[in-house]
């Protein structure tokens, strides 16, 4: 649901009508997110894996419960037209401020997927990438170009044109406005006002004018949730002196569709077992998971230590609890940061001879 959380500005001769704007915020969804994480192999701090099945094993029988989601899910868009069938034919660019298996570039991927089933025009480009080949980058291009997703590099001649050309520009994430100008140049003014910016972040150091100058005269803003937008009313118009554009809030949530293909008893119950059993972990153990990228301002370490505390709590009270469990998922293994190396080390400090896993 979309509603209005920011006074306006002006949009121009060249804006984009409003119907498309509410209409792409009623379809998101985070059910191809949580489908993207199952799929993807991840690592955890949870290290009782006695007796268990590889995770791989696990895995894979879960995808097949996925595939069955997956084609009850296509049967009921079938027999429903989409309310995106405006969109068939019409040209969209997603700008992704990086390709990775967190939050921000899965919903962008979900959006792109969408306007695909509807018969547009899907380009995608990354602004940050590695210069050496990255597996996860390899893999997410390639989901993308199988679904018709035409990927190329931000930097090139190929994306100015495509942004002068496009019907709709989406900007993902706050830092994704420096690509504005360092690609676009004096032609930034022609593509803001058909420019849909989804914005995630609610940390003090991504309100910088190099980032958001532009933001005013863009078509309108998505934020997540009403008080991340009214943080960054107050944040711009305070700090930076300038006004948030026409904002819709979008809670993130699945569609009825979308719920009754989750609440399969069959899929429900193969993937709740299968991930279960590559834990290691039990029916009747309790299990706390925190899924999302690894990084201080997440707050695994809050997590982590809020759960060590209530074993404490539970040891000294004499309280009879079944077997716990937390985890992690998220965890990167090719690029530990230091702040995930501090995690994986409290785990082996506290677990050390505890029959209560993380």
């Known amino acids: 649901m979309a509603k209005h959380a920011a006074g306006s500005v002006g949009w121009g001769h ?86 990775s298996l967190s939050g921000g570039p899965l919903l962008l991927m979900e959006l792109a997927f969408l306007l695909r089933s509807v018969g547009a025009e899907v380009y995608w480009i990354t602004i940050t990438k590695p210069s050496e080949t990255d597996e996860v980058i390899y893999s997410l291009e390639h989901k993308m170009l199988d679904r018709g997703v035409q990927v190329f590099s931000a930097k090139g001649k190929e994306a100015i044109n495509t942004a002068l050309r496009a019907d709709l520009v989406v900007l993902n994430t706050a830092v994704a406005g420096k690509w504005l100008d360092a690609v676009l140049k004096e032609d930034v003014h022609h593509v803001l006002p058909k420019v849909l910016w989804w914005i995630h972040e609610m940390r003090g150091h991504y309100f910088k004018l190099a980032y958001v100058k532009h933001l005013p005269y863009v078509a309108g803003a998505m934020i997540d949730s009403h008080i991340t937008a009214e943080y960054w009313k107050n944040r711009t118009q305070e700090r930076l002196k300038i006004k948030m554009p026409e904002t819709y809030v979008v809670h993130l949530g699945n569609s009825k569709e979308l ?90 400090e506290v677990t050390r001879g505890s029959k209560n896993d993380f």
């Open 14 to 99: 060249h804006h984009l009508q409003k119907r498309w704007l509410l209409a792409l915020l009623l379809m998101l969804s985070v059910s191809t997110v949580i489908a993207f994480f199952i799929r993807a192999a991840f690592d955890s701090c949870d290290r009782n894996v006695s007796g268990a099945v590889s995770a791989g094993s696990a895995i894979g029988s879960a995808r097949n419960a996925i595939q069955i989601a997956d084609k009850r899910a296509s049967q009921i868009a079938a027999a429903n037209p989409s309310p995106l069938s405006f969109m068939k034919s019409k040209i969209v660019l997603l700008v992704s401020h990086e390709l």
């Open 259 to 348: 719920m009754q293909v989750a609440e399969d008893s069959v899929a429900k119950r193969v993937l709740r077992e299968h991930v279960r059993e590559s834990l290691g972990v039990r029916n009747e153990d309790l299990l706390f998971a925190l899924i999302n990228s690894v990084s201080r301002g997440k707050g695994q370490d809050l997590f982590l230590r809020s759960f060590d505390e209530a074993l404490q709590l539970i040891k000294e009270k004499k309280m009879q609890v079944p077997p716990l469990h937390a985890v992690i998922v998220g965890s990167d293994m090719s690029a530990q940061t230091k702040f995930e190396t501090e995690l994986r080390d409290f785990e082996r």
